[in-house]
C-alpha cells in the first residue's frame, strides 16, 4: 500500500521562529489534507491542498503532486502552534492514509 | 457547517464489558464515515469503513467480530467495542463527508479515549 513518511518526527522552536514540515507519499493520489492535533487529539483541518499553494494567515501549504509531496509552513510560530501535525492523504474512495506525524514544541 | 459530533469524548470500562461510542454529522448527511484508531504517540489508522443501510468495509488485520459498526441512518454511525480488553484502550475517532458534495474533505469528529481496566 502507499507509504506516507514525515519529516522531521521531532522539531522544537523558539517562539517566532519559522519552520518547514515535509509530506512524502510514494504513490498518487487524489488529494492531500494537513491537520493540526491538539494535546486533547481533537484534530483540527489546515489544508485541503490536492495541488498548488496555499495560504491562512501564517501558514501556508504547497503540495507537488507530480513530485509526490507537500510542505506546510509555519511563521512566526506562537506556543498555541505546539502539537502534532499530520498529513493525510486520500486514496480511491475518501480512503485517508495518515502520515507518521510531526511533533512540534514551541518554547516561549 | 460540516460538523462532526462524536459520543462520548472518554470512557472506562472494565475487561469484558461492551462500549458503544457514536459519530454524529449535525448538519449534513454521510452515506459513508469512517473510523479511526490512534494508539498514544501513533499515527491514525483506519479500521473500518461504514456505509449507511450496507456492511461495513473493514481494513486488513482489523477483527470484525471485535469491532461491531452500525450505519443504521445518514447522520449516525455506532462503533461497538465488544468484549473489551485493556489491549484495545485507545483513542477512536470517527469522520465523514456530506454525500452531495463533491470533493468535500472528511471532517472530524473531536474522538473518544476509551480505557479498559
Known amino acids: 500500500g502507499i507509504q506516507v513518511e514525515q519529516s522531521p518526527p521531532d522539531l522544537i522552536l523558539q517562539e517566532g521562529a519559522n519552520s518547514t514540515l515535509r509530506c512524502n507519499f510514494s504513490?498518487?493520489?487524489?488529494?492531500l489534507q494537513w491537520f493540526h492535533q491538539n494535546p486533547w487529539g481533537q484534530l483540527i483541518n489546515l489544508f485541503y491542498?490536492?495541488?498548488g499553494t496555499k495560504q491562512n494567515g501564517r501558514l501556508s501549504a504547497t503540495t507537488v503532486a507530480t513530485e509526490r509531496y507537500s510542505l506546510l509552513y509555519i511563521s512566526s510560530s506562537q506556543t498555541t502552534d505546539s502539537g502534532v501535525y499530520f498529513c493525510?492523504?486520500?486514496?480511491?474512495?475518501?480512503?485517508?492514509?495518515f502520515g507518521t506525524g510531526t511533533r512540534l514544541k514551541v518554547l516561549a | 457547517g460540516a460538523v462532526v459530533s462524536q459520543h462520548p469524548s472518554r470512557v472506562i470500562c472494565k475487561s469484558g464489558t461492551s462500549v458503544k461510542i457514536e459519530c454524529r454529522s449535525l448538519?449534513?448527511?454521510?452515506?459513508?464515515m469512517f473510523w479511526y484508531r490512534q494508539f498514544p504517540k501513533q499515527s491514525l489508522m483506519l479500521m473500518a469503513t461504514?456505509?449507511?443501510?450496507?456492511?461495513?468495509?473493514?481494513e486488513q488485520g482489523v477483527e470484525k467480530d471485535k469491532f461491531l459498526i452500525n450505519h443504521a441512518s445518514l447522520t449516525l454511525s455506532t462503533l461497538t467495542v465488544t468484549s473489551a480488553h485493556p489491549e484495545d484502550s485507545s483513542f477512536y475517532i470517527c469522520?465523514?463527508?456530506?454525500?452531495?458534495?463533491?470533493?468535500?474533505?472528511?471532517?472530524f469528529g473531536n474522538g473518544t479515549r476509551l480505557t479498559v481496566t
Open positions: 469522520s465523514a463527508r456530506p454525500w452531495d458534495r463533491a470533493n468535500s474533505p472528511l471532517h
Open positions: 504513490d498518487s493520489v487524489n488529494n
Open positions: 491542498i490536492p495541488s
Open positions: 493525510a492523504v486520500v486514496v480511491g474512495t475518501y480512503k485517508y492514509i
Open positions: 448538519d449534513f448527511q454521510a452515506t459513508t
Open positions: 461504514s456505509n449507511e443501510g450496507s456492511k461495513a468495509t473493514y
